[in-house]
Each structure stands twice: as structure tokens, then as C-alpha cells.
């Protein structure tokens, strides 16, 4: 069998490619949304972990050690498998709220190890000029967090992409899933695993391509202010 | 002189000692068992297929998935692939590249319907359907369909038939076991399986959902209530105890019933040119079959 024959079993064949980008989709749904509520629910993590109150900060630390140190696919079985068991929530859900859990603890401690290396000196001046506590922060704390966190967060998302390749474990059939499933029927494991890897490196492009646009953006509004 | 010739005799001494000693390593592979471990099938292995030679190891490899097993097979991190006949006739016929080597045989192989322990009524009313579709000769039918040619012809994928407000029979595929269960081009489940699922829900008349899972939550997915059926389980149909099923599964009776492993190796030009493919020689088995003696394919 020529490699184009295979290529077209592999992709055309009996509209795979629409299997394919189903696949996708779920892929990236999974992963935007878990991004969203990650974050979100990462920002009050920290919040909370940088809180001076032991009774804030010591139940953050426990949920950052549990989240950070257990791997996801446990994580994701338990939740599936074990504490939503009996309810009748989508599988497609239940990963968003696994992966979410999991990004928060990532972005908690992100943001925690952002804020510490900002220069405390400048809201200290920023409060005596007259600024207000929230002021300072976003004004003087928020821009400086956001550029040291972003390389790092840029990280977080693309192996939030990665990580969500074992959601196969609970009936939501995702990119990977789909690239195992034509594997098996064509018996071309390789060249079907080649073109899985590929489409997840683009997807990995498009996320650096998203930031270095944001980057963009960013300077040209300072060369504006300038 | 003398020095030298002692050297050299030490040498030679040496390299016959470590030759001796070397053990040739065969690698085979096998898809994951549910309750038994490498170590565990290894050693029932050792008990029925002796090997021929005492300089042979033999160490079996679990995989997930086909596709993993393939590869392994491809970077040979395993020397064979062991799979009943019906997926081996599918690789074969896929890939041209595959051959069997040797074929074995082992009695009363089947493949059953699992159930959780505490849904006895659905595992009646399932042995009651198979005992109908087998008596009617409808199995039959649907094996010569799916099971005859595997590979060479892939049917269409199985449209269920709704039944008005009926209860709905949740079910898990793996779409790891071609031609009995994969996935077809469109994403929907096929194969044996889902053929035999749909006569089983019009004769019990019940709707029945498929849910495409991971081989290795298969057990966690009927247990925690998530699935009502998973199939394909292997089972041995001599035995009353099936020691590959966990605790908390009970089982269908067979719905197919097989009785030959065959051994796939990855043919190579390398290899053929200078290795041979004679791996007969490796074992003493109680029954063996080579295909290519047969004539089969």
C-alpha cells in the first residue's frame, strides 16, 4: 500500500476527517473551559494563599500539595468514576471541573511565585502618592505579575492541552482518542500517531501564536503611550 | 609463545563460558488482562508451553491497546504478537507486512458479556437472548459477516433500532478488538459485537446506548454504575472460575467461541534476507499448527 493509499484511509476515507475534527473539538472545548474556570478559580486560590489568616492560607497549601502532586488521570477516574458516579452530569463536565481543579493549583501558584517577585517598594510609593490599595494593585502590581507569569502560563496551557489526552479513560471520545480509534481499524498505528502529534504541536502553535499576538498588542500600545 | 597460548586459551574459555551461559531472550506480547498480571500469566505459560531450548527466557508483555502492541512490535521491543485468530486474520489482511508464525491451540476460548455482580436480572435476560439468536442461527449468520473475512470488508456500522420510551441498556466499547469491536470511519461503534447488541436489544426490546471507553476502565466503568454491560471479556468456557474476572463482575455465556491464538511476527527485508522465520523451533507445545504448512493465510 502506497503512502498516499494509506494517508487517504487514514484521513478521507468514510469522512474521517469529520471524526477527526470532532475529536478536536472536544479536545479544545475541554481545554478552553478549564482554562477559563482554572484561572479564575486559581486567582482566589492564591488569594487566599497569601493570605496572612492561617485559616485561608493553611486549607490553600493543602489544595495546591493534593492537586499539584496527584496526576490527573487518577484525578479525572475518581471524579468520573467514583465521586460522580450517581449524578447525571456529562462526562464532557465532569473533565472541565477535574481539569479546572487541577489548573487552579498549577495558576495558584503561579501567580503566588509572580506576585512575590514584584518589588513591594513601588506599591508602598504608589499608596504614599495617594493611590488606593486596589489602585496599587492594578496598577502597579497587576501589569509587572502578568508579564513575569505569562512565558510560565503559556506552559500551563499547552500541557492543559496534553493532559486532557487521557479523557479516553471516561467515554469522551477527544483527539487522541480518535487517532487510537482509526489506528486500530487501519492498522497504520505510526503514521495515524504521527498525524495525532502533529495536529497537537499545531494546536501548541496557535496557543504561542495567541500570546505573541497578545505581546504584540502590548507593545504597540506602550510605543503609543511612548 | 607459551604466555600467549594461555591467554588466548583463557580467552577462548571465557567466550565459550558466556555463550554458554547467554540466554537467548523471546519477547512476546499480549493485550492487558483484566485480574492477572505479567508475572501471574507468565507463569501459567511456563506450565503449558515449555520452551524447547534451556538457553530460551521467555518474558510476555502486557499492552493496552493494538495500536501499542503494533509499535512495540514495529521498534521490535517485542519479537511476536499474540492474538486470537479473528484479530490476527484482521491484521494480516489491513497490513501485508504481518505474518503468522505459529499457530496455538487452546480449547473452549469465548468472549462474554460482563455485568456488575448486583444486575443478575440483565445477565438473565442477555443469556436468555444469546440461547434465542443462537438457536435461530442469527449468531451464525452475523459471524460469517464480520467475522469470515476480517478486514477484507467492513460493514456499515449497526443502526439501533429505538424503541418508544423503553428502557435504555448502557454499554461500553473499547474499539481495541477489530473485527469483533471497532470504531468505524464516522466515529460510530461496529464490528461483531454491535451486531450481536442490536439483536439483543430487539429481542429484549430495549434501547441500547454504546459508550466509547479506554480497554483499561472497562471494570471501573461497570462497577461505579456508569455502564450497565462492557464487552468483550475473554474467559476460559472449561473453567467454572474465570480468574482473569475481577470481583463484583458476573458474566453473559459466550456469544463467540474460538480456539486458536496466533502468533504475528513483522516480516522485514532484513529479515528475510538473512534470519528465516522458523519460530516453531522455539517451543514444545502440546498443539501446534503451522499456517504456513496448512496453506492458510
Same mark, same amino acid.
Given at each position: 500500500?502506497?503512502?498516499?493509499?494509506?494517508?487517504? %484511509?487514514i484521513?478521507?476515507?468514510?469522512?474521517s476527517?469529520?471524526t477527526i475534527?470532532?475529536g478536536?473539538?472536544?479536545?479544545?472545548?475541554?481545554?478552553?473551559?478549564?482554562?477559563?474556570?482554572?484561572?479564575?478559580?486559581?486567582?482566589?486560590?492564591?488569594?487566599?494563599?497569601?493570605?496572612?489568616?492561617?485559616?485561608?492560607?493553611?486549607?490553600?497549601?493543602?489544595?495546591?500539595?493534593?492537586?499539584?502532586?496527584?496526576?490527573?488521570l487518577?484525578?479525572l477516574m475518581?471524579?468520573?468514576?467514583?465521586?460522580?458516579?450517581?449524578?447525571?452530569?456529562?462526562?464532557?463536565?465532569?473533565?472541565?471541573? *477535574?481539569?479546572?481543579?487541577?489548573?487552579?493549583?498549577?495558576?495558584?501558584?503561579?501567580?503566588?511565585?509572580?506576585?512575590?517577585?514584584?518589588?513591594?517598594?513601588?506599591?508602598?510609593?504608589?499608596?504614599?502618592?495617594?493611590?488606593?490599595?486596589?489602585?496599587?494593585?492594578?496598577?502597579?502590581?497587576?501589569?509587572?505579575?502578568?508579564?513575569?507569569?505569562?512565558?510560565?502560563?503559556?506552559?500551563?496551557?499547552?500541557?492543559?492541552?496534553?493532559?486532557t489526552s487521557v479523557v479516553g479513560y471516561v467515554s469522551i471520545t477527544d483527539l487522541t482518542r480518535v487517532i487510537n480509534n482509526i489506528a486500530s481499524r487501519t492498522m497504520q498505528p505510526m503514521i495515524t500517531i504521527i498525524i495525532g502529534m502533529?495536529?497537537y504541536?499545531?494546536?501548541?502553535?496557535? !496557543?504561542?501564536?495567541?500570546?505573541?499576538?497578545?505581546?504584540?498588542?502590548? &507593545?504597540?500600545?506602550?510605543?503609543?503611550?511612548? | 609463545?607459551?604466555?600467549?597460548?594461555? !591467554?588466548?586459551?583463557?580467552?577462548?574459555?571465557?567466550?565459550?563460558?558466556?555463550?554458554?551461559?547467554?540466554?537467548?531472550?523471546?519477547k512476546l506480547g499480549l493485550l492487558s488482562k483484566l485480574n492477572t498480571t505479567e508475572?501471574?500469566f507468565?507463569?501459567?505459560?511456563?506450565? *503449558?508451553?515449555?520452551?524447547? &531450548?534451556?538457553?530460551?527466557?521467555?518474558?510476555i508483555k502486557f499492552y493496552d491497546n493494538l495500536n501499542a502492541m503494533q509499535m512495540a512490535l514495529n521498534v &521490535?521491543d517485542i519479537?511476536e504478537m499474540i492474538l486470537p485468530?479473528f484479530t490476527a486474520d484482521y491484521v494480516m489482511?489491513m497490513d501485508?507486512?504481518y505474518?503468522?508464525?505459529?499457530?496455538?491451540?487452546?480449547?473452549?476460548?469465548?468472549l462474554?458479556?460482563g455485568?456488575?455482580?448486583?444486575?443478575?436480572?440483565?445477565?438473565?435476560?442477555?443469556?436468555?437472548?444469546?440461547?434465542?439468536?443462537?438457536?435461530?442461527?442469527?449468531?451464525?449468520?452475523?459471524?460469517?459477516?464480520?467475522?469470515?473475512?476480517p478486514g477484507? *470488508?467492513?460493514?456499515?456500522?449497526?443502526?439501533?433500532?429505538?424503541?418508544?420510551?423503553?428502557?435504555?441498556? %448502557?454499554i461500553a466499547v473499547t474499539g481495541d478488538l477489530p473485527p469483533i469491536d471497532y470504531i468505524a470511519a464516522?466515529g460510530?461503534p461496529a464490528g461483531f459485537s454491535t451486531?450481536?447488541?442490536?439483536?439483543?436489544?430487539?429481542?429484549?426490546?430495549?434501547?441500547?446506548?454504546l459508550i466509547n471507553i479506554e480497554a483499561g476502565a472497562r471494570t471501573a466503568a461497570l462497577?461505579?454504575?456508569?455502564v450497565?454491560?462492557v464487552f468483550w471479556y475473554e474467559?476460559?468456557?472449561?473453567?467454572?472460575?474465570?480468574?482473569d474476572?475481577?470481583?463484583?463482575?458476573?458474566?453473559?455465556?459466550?456469544?463467540?467461541?474460538?480456539?486458536?491464538f496466533v502468533?504475528l511476527?513483522k !516480516?522485514?527485508?532484513?529479515?528475510?534476507? *538473512?534470519?528465516?522465520?522458523?519460530?516453531?523451533?522455539?517451543?514444545? !507445545?502440546?498443539?501446534?499448527?503451522?499456517?504456513?504448512?496448512?496453506?492458510?493465510?
Amino acid at each position: 500500500m502506497s503512502l498516499n493509499e494509506i494517508l487517504y %484511509r487514514i484521513l478521507i476515507q468514510g469522512g474521517s476527517y469529520l471524526t477527526i475534527l470532532k475529536g478536536l473539538r472536544a479536545t479544545v472545548e475541554i481545554s478552553v473551559f478549564s482554562l477559563f474556570f482554572g484561572t479564575l478559580l486559581g486567582a482566589f486560590v492564591c488569594g487566599l494563599r497569601m493570605s496572612r489568616l492561617k485559616i485561608f492560607n493553611i486549607p490553600a497549601k493543602i489544595y495546591i500539595i493534593l492537586l499539584r502532586g496527584s496526576p490527573v488521570l487518577m484525578l479525572l477516574m475518581l471524579m468520573y468514576y467514583g465521586v460522580f458516579a450517581r449524578s447525571s452530569l456529562e462526562a464532557n463536565t465532569i473533565a472541565i471541573v *477535574t481539569f479546572s481543579l487541577n489548573v487552579a493549583a498549577h495558576v495558584a501558584e503561579l501567580l503566588r511565585a509572580s506576585i512575590s517577585a514584584t518589588d513591594f517598594g513601588q506599591v508602598e510609593a504608589a499608596r504614599t502618592l495617594g493611590f488606593s490599595a486596589f489602585q496599587a494593585f492594578r496598577l502597579v502590581t497587576l501589569p509587572q505579575v502578568i508579564q513575569i507569569a505569562k512565558p510560565v502560563y503559556q506552559s500551563t496551557v499547552v500541557n492543559l492541552i496534553q493532559w486532557t489526552s487521557v479523557v479516553g479513560y471516561v467515554s469522551i471520545t477527544d483527539l487522541t482518542r480518535v487517532i487510537n480509534n482509526i489506528a486500530s481499524r487501519t492498522m497504520q498505528p505510526m503514521i495515524t500517531i504521527i498525524i495525532g502529534m502533529l495536529i497537537y504541536l499545531a494546536l501548541a502553535y496557535v !496557543v504561542h501564536g495567541i500570546f505573541a499576538l497578545t505581546d504584540m498588542i502590548s &507593545n504597540r500600545g506602550k510605543e503609543k503611550e511612548v | 609463545m607459551k604466555k600467549f597460548l594461555s !591467554v588466548v586459551l583463557v580467552l577462548l574459555l571465557m567466550a565459550g563460558t558466556s555463550y554458554g551461559l547467554e540466554k537467548k531472550v523471546i519477547k512476546l506480547g499480549l493485550l492487558s488482562k483484566l485480574n492477572t498480571t505479567e508475572e501471574q500469566f507468565m507463569e501459567t505459560w511456563r506450565k *503449558t508451553f515449555a520452551p524447547k &531450548n534451556e538457553n530460551l527466557e521467555i518474558v510476555i508483555k502486557f499492552y493496552d491497546n493494538l495500536n501499542a502492541m503494533q509499535m512495540a512490535l514495529n521498534v &521490535n521491543d517485542i519479537n511476536e504478537m499474540i492474538l486470537p485468530d479473528f484479530t490476527a486474520d484482521y491484521v494480516m489482511n489491513m497490513d501485508k507486512s504481518y505474518r503468522s508464525s505459529l499457530v496455538l491451540r487452546s480449547k473452549g476460548m469465548g468472549l462474554a458479556f460482563g455485568f456488575s455482580a448486583e444486575n443478575k436480572h440483565l445477565q438473565m435476560q442477555f443469556n436468555e437472548a444469546l440461547t434465542a439468536l443462537i438457536s435461530d442461527w442469527t449468531l451464525s449468520a452475523l459471524e460469517g459477516i464480520y467475522i469470515a473475512s476480517p478486514g477484507m *470488508t467492513e460493514p456499515e456500522p449497526i443502526e439501533f433500532r429505538n424503541f418508544e420510551g423503553a428502557e435504555e441498556i %448502557r454499554i461500553a466499547v473499547t474499539g481495541d478488538l477489530p473485527p469483533i469491536d471497532y470504531i468505524a470511519a464516522d466515529g460510530r461503534p461496529a464490528g461483531f459485537s454491535t451486531a450481536v447488541l442490536s439483536e439483543i436489544g430487539r429481542y429484549l426490546k430495549k434501547n441500547i446506548k454504546l459508550i466509547n471507553i479506554e480497554a483499561g476502565a472497562r471494570t471501573a466503568a461497570l462497577t461505579s454504575g456508569r455502564v450497565d454491560v462492557v464487552f468483550w471479556y475473554e474467559i476460559d468456557t472449561t473453567k467454572e472460575v474465570q480468574p482473569d474476572v475481577p470481583e463484583g463482575i458476573i458474566l453473559s455465556q459466550p456469544y463467540y467461541e474460538w480456539d486458536r491464538f496466533v502468533h504475528l511476527v513483522k !516480516v522485514r527485508d532484513e529479515d528475510k534476507k *538473512t534470519k528465516g522465520w522458523d519460530p516453531s523451533s522455539w517451543w514444545s !507445545v502440546r498443539d501446534v499448527i503451522n499456517l504456513h504448512d496448512t496453506g492458510a493465510q
